[in-house]
């Protein structure tokens, strides 16, 4: 206790150190604010100008940090006294608010690029305009990145009044836009917008193949709202852009009854088991001693615990004393003798809830594969692929194509095998109304921090169709990834980056760690006046669900608000039921009721309301609004902080939780939703050992706690120790979740780095107006690797292989090999490279001259972004499937990091010149072919097939080649008149890339 006292002085010394630092600019602040009180509104405006001139001439942002701040501070007062208004979401808003000094002090915090930590309600929108107002003076934009898009354009809009008395644009940007009201909203001084869409952005912006498609601007500075929300909660979530593939090869359907035959078969045994250990304890005590527990019925025990452990039976069995102990004990014995296998045999399938994996043991293999013996047998393609290039009696064409097919027999085996483990983990592992709910014949995937619905997103990897079989809705298309990036190095593109939030000191030291974000304590501007209570603990759920309803209805009865947060839908609706059963009128928001959250808020603060919210933490900001002029409440609603609380008597907003969350943030979050700017409220947690917190990481203990303090059946516990503990659980928890997202970047840092270079190179064709440069150098780099293939320059002339260099030569470069057959007799490496270069190059020059360098330039740019673009979604899967298998180096006392980084690398390198390759091969190859318009029918068919690919160019209009611009001053066809008759050269292969930017091959599309 000494300690943890000693620990809270030296971090309160910490805030007030930080404050006393910034003391001296908030002074200077308000100094430079007083002798602006005497401008008129047009001198006051035309200090925005008079900044950015001062900073033309090399003056520094924080050279007018005070002059700035003070601006910004004098026009909010000049609009809350003249009581001005704007719409905000077509509601007509009052202006009434000015900085307070905390709120400058947070300011400051942000421009200097660290994280405010500011209690929920100290009115964070209004300080970010400060540092955003200064920021976007340098002419290079500032963003503000928010959570979702109401929010985005609701602070546009709010703040944006005050900003755009002050000369400077705001824009915000959401979902339904188009390209050029994106492109608008990120050329404004300052863009408000949710981090999906300025993550999309920058992946769509590099998936661009013309330059006046592009939308973003520099990345220069950003704010994050809700900073722990986007950079932690959402960061095992990459952002990403997918595409259908060809041709679906996935068997769900297929294979979802044997699943759920097998998984009925599991649970068939699990309740067997339960059965005979129900009547072994029946003779269990009622004074608490624990169970004399033998080994037959723990093994029994542990077997249940491996097959079901989210079984409702089990979770009531594992509250008598002394069971969990005997199912650890005897698991540890298992472990010791290296015999878990033996413990497994008679399970089908093993569920690793902590790990959120599902195993197959051999019997359950066996069922499955009844039908076909070989169905979880892959073929060994290393010997299989040995033996084909060992076939000497093949041609090399013969041994491409059944290397292959092999290749095709193994990743449609493979799949197989995958589509098996995603069912068998969409069975077992997610709960509809808990991961996912079913809406619309769609299954779409709940938010676990916010419990909003995410529409568009899909889980990867096949579990998506996994549900989609199981819930038995349509089963969509597979798709491939095209193009990804995650939140972590997507922020980390910022020169600058600052956060806030109400809950960042429990995870600065990832801030630090990942982002090298330091975080700052803003203090209140009125005391906290929210008391929290300590969580009250039942054994079963049951309990704690009656004990809720009861205290709801207590505290209803004395006309206070009342928010009970849930963490899933199915709690949030159960819960509903109980009060309807009692009579009391309440209103839900959950992920079902997602359309009334606006009617659900505004009614949150009301005298005697009751809501129940699914995970309320994500929604705080909105509770705001609710109680807001806003969204105009009449006078006199909610309550009164000043005059409310009587003394000994509850008053202010109470919030009740049903469940710890796995993250302390999060709960700080919820008990945030009360006392937000010195109201009054309270807060409490009722929880039961049957929660997934308390299950999975610290159930044993706190039923020790219990029987030690003499806890029997349906009583409860309140008491600092069990608080302490769930804390500890809680901690466990977040130390496993930050290695897993630290786990993450290690490995996506690879990705990153590869990234930047091709995104580099991609942006320098895009927006260069000649690459013939970069063109010539591909063209003798794919030359020099010919020579060095075919032409060892360490061996005499007479072991280098002409014939084959010929071949391929000419199938590159269209042109025959430069050297006769009496020359091959004594010419050396460097000539033959010279020789071979100065071919190539002339052919590529003539092709020039009759195409004219206009269109030249044109087809370069198209080809070089098309095989770019080609390559890099198939390297990305590749890179899928390396790290899928990666972990199984650590076998081999390898470091599976230091493994992928390795061979990553060598794809990188093969990704490279596989590109080098081909832009040369398609380049000489292409040609332009003027073609008569075709029929109606056939373009709405190939239209169809292009949008459903995902075909970002859009079509080309009639009379131009599909994907290359005409060169300026070109006549446009005539209809009617013959068209010019273009000479052409060897036609496109049918197995290459269509020149048409569909991203198919040639025989799919044009070529059909």
Same mark, same amino acid.
């Given at each position: 206790?000494?300690?943890?006292?000693?620990?809270?002085?030296?971090?309160?010394?910490?805030?007030?150190?930080?404050?006393?630092?910034?003391?001296?600019?908030?002074?200077?602040?308000?100094?430079?604010?007083?002798?602006?009180?005497?401008?008129?509104?047009?001198?006051?405006?035309?200090?925005?100008?008079?900044?950015?001139?001062?900073?033309?001439?090399?003056?520094?942002?924080?050279?007018?940090?005070?002059?700035?701040?003070?601006?910004?501070?004098?026009?909010?007062?000049?609009?809350?006294?003249?009581?001005?208004?704007?719409?905000?979401?077509?509601?007509?808003?009052?202006?009434?608010?000015?900085?307070?000094?905390?709120?400058?002090?947070?300011?400051?915090?942000?421009?200097?690029?660290?994280?405010?930590?500011?209690?929920?309600?100290?009115?964070?929108?209004?300080?970010?305009?400060?540092?955003?107002?200064?920021?976007?003076?340098?002419?290079?934009?500032?963003?503000?990145?928010?959570?979702?898009?109401?929010?985005?354009?609701?602070?546009?809009?709010?703040?944006?009044?005050?900003?755009?008395?002050?000369?400077?644009?705001?824009?915000?940007?959401?979902?339904?836009?188009?390209?050029?009201?994106?492109?608008?909203?990120?050329?404004?001084?300052?863009?408000?917008?949710?981090?999906?869409?300025?993550? $999309?952005?920058?992946?769509?912006?590099?998936?661009?193949?013309?330059?006046?498609?592009?939308?973003?601007?520099? $990345?220069?500075?950003?704010?994050?709202?809700?900073?722990?929300?986007?950079?932690?909660?959402?960061?095992?979530?990459?952002?990403?852009?997918?595409?259908?593939?060809?041709?679906?090869?996935?068997?769900?359907?297929?294979?979802?009854?044997?699943?759920?035959?097998?998984?009925?078969?599991?649970?068939?045994?699990?309740?067997?088991?339960?059965?005979?250990?129900?009547?072994?304890?029946?003779?269990?005590?009622?004074?608490?001693?624990?169970?004399?527990?033998?080994?037959?019925?723990?093994?029994?025990?542990?077997?249940?615990?491996?097959?079901?452990?989210?079984?409702?039976?089990?979770?009531?069995?594992?509250?008598?004393?002394?069971?969990?102990?005997?199912?650890?004990?005897?698991?540890?014995?298992?472990?010791?003798?290296?015999?878990?296998?033996?413990?497994?045999?008679?399970?089908?399938?093993?569920?690793?809830?902590?790990?959120?994996?599902?195993?197959?043991?051999?019997?359950?293999?066996?069922?499955?594969? &009844?039908?076909?013996?070989? $169905?979880?047998?892959?073929?060994?393609?290393?010997?299989?692929?040995?033996?084909?290039?060992?076939?000497?009696?093949?041609?090399?064409?013969?041994?491409?194509?059944?290397?292959?097919?092999?290749?095709?027999?193994?990743?449609?085996?493979?799949?197989?095998?995958?589509?098996?483990?995603?069912?068998?983990?969409?069975?077992?592992?997610?709960?509809?109304?808990?991961?996912?709910?079913?809406?619309?014949?769609?299954?779409?995937?709940?938010?676990? $921090?916010?419990?909003?619905?995410?529409?568009?997103?899909?889980?990867?990897?096949?579990?998506?169709?996994?549900?989609?079989?199981?819930?038995?809705?349509?089963?969509?298309?597979?798709?491939?990834?095209?193009?990804?990036?995650?939140?972590?190095?997507?922020?980390?593109?910022?020169?600058?980056?600052?956060?806030?939030?109400?809950?960042?000191?429990?995870?600065?030291?990832?801030?630090?760690?990942?982002?090298?974000?330091?975080?700052?304590?803003?203090?209140?501007?009125?005391?906290?006046?929210?008391?929290?209570?300590?969580?009250?603990?039942?054994?079963?759920?049951?309990?704690?669900?009656?004990?809720?309803?009861?205290?709801?209805?207590?505290?209803?009865? !004395?006309?206070?608000?009342?928010?009970?947060?849930?963490?899933?839908?199915?709690?949030?609706?159960?819960?509903?039921?109980?009060?309807?059963?009692?009579?009391?009128?309440?209103?839900?928001?959950?992920?079902?009721?997602?359309?009334?959250?606006?009617?659900?808020?505004?009614?949150?603060?009301?005298?005697?309301?009751?809501?129940?919210?699914?995970?309320?933490?994500?929604?705080?900001?909105?509770?705001?609004?609710?109680?807001?002029? !806003?969204?105009?409440?009449?006078?006199?609603?909610?309550?009164?902080?000043?005059? &409310?609380?009587?003394?000994?008597?509850?008053?202010?907003?109470?919030?009740?939780?049903?469940?710890?969350?796995?993250?302390?943030?999060?709960?700080?979050?919820?008990?945030?939703?009360?006392?937000?700017?010195?109201?009054?409220?309270?807060?409490?947690?009722?929880?039961?050992?049957?929660?997934?917190?308390?299950?999975?990481?610290?159930?044993?203990?706190?039923?020790?706690?219990?029987?030690?303090?003499?806890?029997?059946?349906?009583?409860?516990?309140?008491?600092?120790?069990?608080?302490?503990?769930?804390?500890?659980?809680?901690?466990?928890?977040?130390?496993?979740?930050?290695?897993?997202?630290?786990?993450?970047?290690?490995?996506?840092?690879?990705?990153?780095?590869?990234?930047?270079?091709?995104?580099?190179?991609?942006?320098?064709?895009?927006?260069?107006?000649?690459?013939?440069?970069?063109?010539?150098?591909?063209?003798?780099?794919?030359?020099?690797?010919? &020579?060095?293939?075919?032409?060892?320059?360490?061996?005499?002339?007479?072991?280098?292989?002409?014939?084959?260099?010929?071949?391929?030569?000419?199938?590159?470069?269209?042109?025959?090999?430069?050297?006769?057959?009496?020359?091959?007799?004594?010419?050396?490496?460097?000539?033959?490279?010279?020789?071979?270069?100065?071919?190539?190059?002339?052919?590529?020059?003539?092709?020039?001259?009759?195409?004219?360098?206009?269109?030249?330039?044109?087809?370069?740019?198209?080809?070089?972004?098309?095989?770019?673009?080609?390559?890099?979604?198939?390297?990305?899967?590749?890179?899928?499937?390396?790290?899928?298998?990666?972990?199984?180096?650590?076998?081999?006392?390898?470091?599976?990091?230091?493994?992928?980084?390795?061979?990553?690398?060598?794809?990188?390198?093969?990704?490279?010149?596989?590109?080098?390759?081909?832009?040369?091969?398609?380049?000489?190859?292409?040609?332009?072919?003027?073609?008569?318009?075709?029929?109606?029918?056939?373009?709405?068919?190939?239209?169809?097939?292009?949008?459903?690919?995902?075909?970002?160019?859009?079509?080309?209009?009639?009379?131009?080649?599909?994907?290359?611009?005409?060169?300026?001053?070109?006549?446009?066809?005539?209809?009617?008149?013959?068209?010019?008759?273009?000479?052409?050269?060897?036609?496109?292969?049918?197995?290459?890339?269509?020149?048409?930017?569909?991203?198919?091959?040639?025989?799919?599309?044009?070529?059909?």
């Amino acid at each position: 206790m000494v300690f943890a006292n000693l620990l809270e002085k030296l971090f309160c010394q910490k805030s007030q150190r930080d404050f006393k630092k910034l003391r001296p600019l908030l002074d200077e602040v308000k100094a430079a604010r007083e002798p602006l009180a005497a401008l008129d509104d047009d001198a006051l405006r035309a200090k925005t100008g008079e900044f950015r001139r001062r900073l033309a001439d090399g003056e520094t942002t924080d050279d007018l940090l005070p002059e700035a701040f003070g601006t910004v501070c004098e026009a909010c007062r000049r609009l809350a006294e003249r009581k001005a208004a704007w719409p905000v979401w077509e509601r007509e808003t009052v202006w009434d608010m000015v900085p307070y000094d905390v709120q400058i002090v947070g300011g400051i915090v942000l421009h200097q690029g660290k994280i405010a930590e500011m209690a929920t309600g100290e009115g964070k929108t209004l300080v970010a305009i400060m540092p955003l107002y200064l920021n976007s003076l340098t002419g290079r934009g500032a963003h503000l990145v928010t959570v979702n898009d109401y929010l985005a354009r609701r602070d546009a809009e709010w703040m944006g009044g005050v900003l755009e008395f002050l000369g400077v644009s705001v824009r915000y940007i959401i979902n339904a836009m188009t390209p050029d009201e994106r492109r608008e909203a990120y050329n404004a001084d300052i863009t408000y917008g949710t981090n999906n869409e300025f993550g $999309f952005d920058y992946l769509r912006d590099n998936m661009s193949v013309r330059r006046e498609h592009l939308v973003q601007r520099d $990345f220069h500075y950003a704010i994050v709202d809700e900073v722990d929300s986007v950079l932690i909660d959402e960061a095992r979530t990459p952002l990403i852009i997918s595409g259908a593939v060809d041709k679906s090869t996935h068997r769900f359907e297929e294979l979802n009854p044997r699943v759920e035959r097998l998984v009925r078969q599991q649970n068939r045994l699990v309740n067997e088991w339960l059965g005979q250990v129900e009547k072994t304890l029946r003779g269990a005590t009622e004074d608490g001693d624990a169970v004399a527990i033998d080994p037959e019925t723990a093994l029994a025990l542990l077997r249940v615990a491996h097959g079901a452990p989210k079984n409702k039976r089990f979770r009531r069995l594992a509250q008598l004393p002394g069971v969990l102990d005997a199912i650890n004990r005897t698991e540890e014995g298992f472990m010791r003798d290296k015999a878990m296998w033996e413990a497994d045999e008679t399970l089908l399938y093993v569920v690793e809830e902590k790990h959120n994996s599902v195993d197959l043991t051999e019997q359950g293999r066996e069922i499955l594969a &009844a039908e076909e013996p070989d $169905f979880f047998v892959l073929p060994d393609l290393a010997v299989n692929v040995g033996e084909i290039q060992e076939n000497n009696s093949l041609s090399a064409a013969e041994k491409t194509e059944a290397i292959e097919k092999v290749e095709r027999a193994y990743a449609t085996k493979n799949e197989l095998i995958s589509n098996v483990d995603q069912l068998l983990r969409a069975y077992t592992l997610y709960e509809k109304d808990d991961e996912y709910v079913v809406m619309d014949g769609k299954i779409q995937i709940v938010d676990e $921090f916010t419990g909003r619905l995410m529409p568009g997103r899909r889980f990867s990897e096949g579990l998506h169709q996994a549900l989609e079989a199981k819930e038995g809705v349509k089963v969509e298309k597979e798709t491939q990834t095209l193009a990804t990036v995650t939140l972590q190095n997507f922020f980390r593109m910022y020169e600058k980056l600052a956060g806030m939030t109400g809950t960042a000191v429990t995870e600065e030291a990832e801030f630090g760690q990942i982002y090298d974000l330091e975080v700052v304590e803003i203090p209140t501007n009125e005391p906290v006046r929210r008391q929290d209570q300590e969580d009250v603990v039942f054994r079963s759920k049951k309990e704690k669900y009656n004990a809720i309803v009861e205290e709801v209805e207590r505290l209803h009865a !004395l006309g206070l608000p009342v928010l009970v947060g849930t963490t899933t839908v199915e709690v949030s609706e159960l819960i509903s039921r109980l009060l309807k059963r009692r009579g009391i009128n309440h209103n839900v928001l959950n992920a079902k009721h997602h359309k009334s959250e606006a009617e659900v808020v505004a009614e949150a603060g009301r005298k005697g309301a009751v809501t129940i919210a699914t995970n309320m933490a994500g929604r705080g900001t909105d509770i705001k609004i609710a109680m807001a002029s !806003l969204l105009g409440l009449p006078p006199g609603s909610g309550y009164d902080k000043e005059t &409310a609380e009587v003394a000994g008597e509850p008053a202010g907003l109470h919030i009740i939780g049903t469940e710890r969350h796995e993250s302390r943030r999060i709960d700080r979050q919820l008990r945030g939703r009360a006392g937000r700017q010195g109201d009054p409220g309270a807060s409490v947690f009722f929880l039961s050992l049957e929660d997934d917190l308390m299950r999975l990481f610290n159930s044993e203990q706190l039923i020790k706690i219990m029987d030690r303090l003499g806890v029997g059946e349906g009583e409860v516990i309140t008491h600092p120790m069990v608080t302490k503990a769930i804390e500890r659980a809680a901690q466990r928890v977040e130390g496993h979740n930050f290695g897993i997202r630290k786990h993450l970047i290690e490995y996506d840092d690879v990705v990153n780095k590869q990234r930047e270079v091709i995104y580099a190179l991609r942006r320098e064709i895009l927006l260069g107006d000649d690459i013939s440069d970069l063109v010539q150098e591909d063209v003798l780099s794919v030359v020099h690797a010919l &020579a060095e293939k075919r032409a060892d320059p360490n061996q005499a002339n007479d072991y280098w292989e002409f014939d084959e260099l010929a071949q391929e030569f000419q199938s590159l470069f269209l042109t025959p090999l430069p050297i006769t057959g009496e020359e091959r007799l004594h010419i050396g490496h460097t000539a033959l490279r010279e020789s071979l270069s100065e071919a190539a190059l002339d052919k590529y020059r003539e092709k020039e001259t009759r195409l004219t360098p206009d269109v030249m330039r044109q087809l370069e740019r198209f080809v070089k972004l098309q095989v770019i673009d080609e390559h890099w979604k198939d390297h990305l899967n590749q890179l899928v499937m390396l790290r899928s298998g990666i972990g199984l180096r650590s076998y081999a006392q390898k470091d599976p990091l230091v493994e992928y980084k390795a061979e990553s690398f060598h794809m990188f390198q093969d990704l490279m010149d596989t590109i080098e390759h081909d832009s040369v091969r398609l380049l000489m190859r292409a040609e332009l072919v003027q073609r008569p318009e075709p029929p109606a029918a056939h373009t709405q068919q190939l239209e169809a097939k292009k949008a459903e690919m995902g075909y970002l160019g859009g079509q080309p209009p009639a009379g131009e080649t599909p994907g290359v611009p005409p060169p300026a001053g070109a006549a446009a066809p005539v209809p009617g008149r013959p068209q010019q008759t273009v000479r052409k050269q060897p036609k496109v292969s049918r197995n290459e890339p269509c020149p048409c930017g569909s991203g198919k091959k040639y025989k799919k599309c044009c070529g059909l």
